[in-house]
């Protein structure tokens, strides 16, 4: 398996304890995957509480923080797609970066970004 990058959607599957998500996760653990999970991603998914499932999800991932450069790829991914959403750009680009798959809930917006860059990814929607 190759690297992977989650998305919120992500996230929040596993939170609602979705087999399918859960699956993924063990098989790219079990295989020595360290699934990326960048900080605004975190951030959008999580609303404190306790939350945990998806804390336990969280101990076999790396957490990225974001970094300048990281940013500005990600606004230009933003200008160059027309969405202002920073979140999916920043997902986007650290893909890229690492040339992982992306796990999404919403691969079409996550599609129309990586084509306005002519890039290629993969994504694995759950």
Known sequence: MAGIVYDTGALLAAERRSPRMWALHDAALARDVVPVVPVVVLAQAWRGGPQ????????GCAVEADTAAVGRAAGIACA????A????????????????????SDPGDLARIVAALNASLRLHPV
Request: glycine share 0%; aromatic share 4%.
């Open 85 to 104: 959403d920073v979140v999916d750009a920043i997902v986007v680009v650290i893909a890229l970066v690492r040339q992982a798959v992306i796990i999404t």
């Open 52 to 59: 945990a499932e998806l804390s336990r999800f969280l101990r």
């Open 80 to 83: 160059v797609a027309k969405t």
